[in-house]
């Protein structure tokens, strides 16, 4: 089993199950025992300095939405690029952070770029790999711009590029427009 940590998965259409429409995810960690990850582009209604004060956490001008890392229940977490605070590095220039004292100096000294996340999505053993040959996931290599988008159309934006790539990859194709599912 090739590991999947570091890669983005763009839900597919064929998927059903509403906490994953369009999608974007990172893989944090992939392994036999499962995988973990979390949703980038699903802002929720919660502001990270209205939740920062909540938890107890110092001043911040870092007024962006918190967001929906998955279904699952959990700690805040952060997607960051800051190496000095990373617990794990995902993939050069993207770093991960879920303790107390690495959150405090993302949020408090409004470190960018940073995506602060309540919650993340989980995968036990081998449900992962179902998923992927069921065809509810379209994988993508993940890289610093891929993950730090930002866009509204950020899903768009992942499929996309993948798709032109597969495209590229199919065929002598010399021009793919910029957004192919428009044809």
Do not use: C
């Not at 997607?79 to 617990?87: G, I, K, N, Q, T």
């Not at 199919?170 to 044809?183: E, K, L, Q, T, Y």
């Amino acid at each position: 089993m090739q590991s999947l940590s570091g890669m983005l998965l763009a839900a597919s259409p064929r998927l059903a199950d509403p906490n994953f429409a369009r999608s974007v995810i990172l893989i944090v960690q992939h392994g036999e025992e499962g995988a973990f990850g979390v949703v980038l582009n699903k802002p929720s209604a919660n502001r990270v300095a209205d939740v920062w004060r909540h938890v107890g956490g110092g001043a911040t001008s870092l007024d962006r939405p918190v967001y929906v890392g998955g279904p699952v229940d959990g700690p805040l977490l952060a997607v960051h690029a800051e190496a000095d605070l990373s617990e794990r590095e995902i993939l050069p220039g993207v770093h991960f952070a879920s303790q107390r004292g690495a959150l405090e100096r993302l949020i408090e000294d409004a470190r960018e770029p940073v995506i602060v996340l309540a919650g993340y999505s989980g995968w036990g053993e081998g449900q992962l790999e179902n998923e992927l040959r069921e065809g509810a996931w379209l994988v993508a290599p993940g890289s610093a711009e891929r993950v730090f988008y930002g866009g509204e159309d950020h899903w768009k934006h992942v499929v996309g590029q993948v798709g032109g790539e597969v495209i590229h990859a199919r065929g002598d194709i010399r021009h793919v427009p910029p957004a192919p599912w428009h044809n």
